[in-house]
């Protein structure tokens, strides 16, 4: 069993819809990471988070500590958010999800 | 400067052939990470090095030797790899592998595509 599973693990959606991708994990952590990957491409950490909520632009970024939950969403999702997005965990080592692959069509 | 740099930005050599790797950050940074990603799979860990030190080798082959010339670089010494080392090679680094949290974020470089032929 990983230690971080994400879901979906493959989403489309139509340009303009409301995107969310769930991460649970099982350790103790200090912080989680929401990061993303384009084709081909190297890693773009989007958020680091330890409680709450955090709100870039379209993205927002919640985590449940007692839940060891959290979420990542893309509020009117555009063709270039098309990326893998890993959530990943600060435990007693860096823990990676498997990842959710994210198709937006214009 | 808050960026990672690594190069060559792809990779294609013989199974006999010896090559490096190399990574780069100027941002202080005290921690540095490989990680081997293969096609739609998450980063695996290879080696952390912490101060220049090597501190975790997550048993790797020894085809591959790390090396820390200094706190700002890191490299990835390449020999008699095989086929199925082919993978996007990534670096990290982040601020200090003693702090916990938020304050010890990795930041990542865009990698080396690797092809062993």
């Known amino acids: 069993k990983n230690e971080v599973e994400q879901s979906p693990q493959n989403l489309t959606a139509q340009e303009g819809e409301f995107i969310t991708i769930n991460c649970s994990y099982s350790v103790g952590i200090s912080a989680l990471h929401w990061l993303q990957q384009h084709p081909g491409g190297g890693i773009v950490s989007l958020f680091m988070?330890?409680?709450g909520k955090k709100k870039h632009g379209r993205l927002i970024a919640t985590i449940n500590i007692q839940e060891k939950h959290s979420s990542l969403h893309i509020t009117a999702s555009h063709p270039r958010d098309s990326a893998v997005y890993i959530c990943a965990v600060n435990g007693n080592q860096f823990y990676f999800g498997t990842g959710t692959s994210l198709t937006v069509i214009p | 400067d808050t960026e990672v740099t690594q190069t060559p930005k792809h990779l294609v050599m013989g199974m006999t052939n010896k090559k490096s790797l190399k990574c780069e950050q100027h941002?202080?940074?005290?921690?540095m990470y490989w990680y081997k990603q293969k096609a739609k799979k998450p980063p695996e860990l290879m080696f952390v090095y912490s101060y220049e030190k090597l501190s975790i080798n997550e048993s790797v082959p020894s085809r591959f030797s790390p090396e820390c010339p200094n706190s700002s670089l890191l490299n990835l010494h390449l020999h008699a790899l095989q086929p199925e080392d082919s993978a996007l090679y990534l670096c990290?680094?982040?601020?200090?592998?003693?702090?916990?949290?938020?304050?010890?974020?990795?930041?990542f470089g865009p990698g080396t595509r690797l092809t062993v032929l």
């Open positions: 988070l330890s409680s």
């Open positions: 941002m202080g940074h005290r921690a």
């Open positions: 990290a680094s982040s601020q200090d592998p003693g702090l916990a949290g938020v304050r010890n974020e990795q930041f």
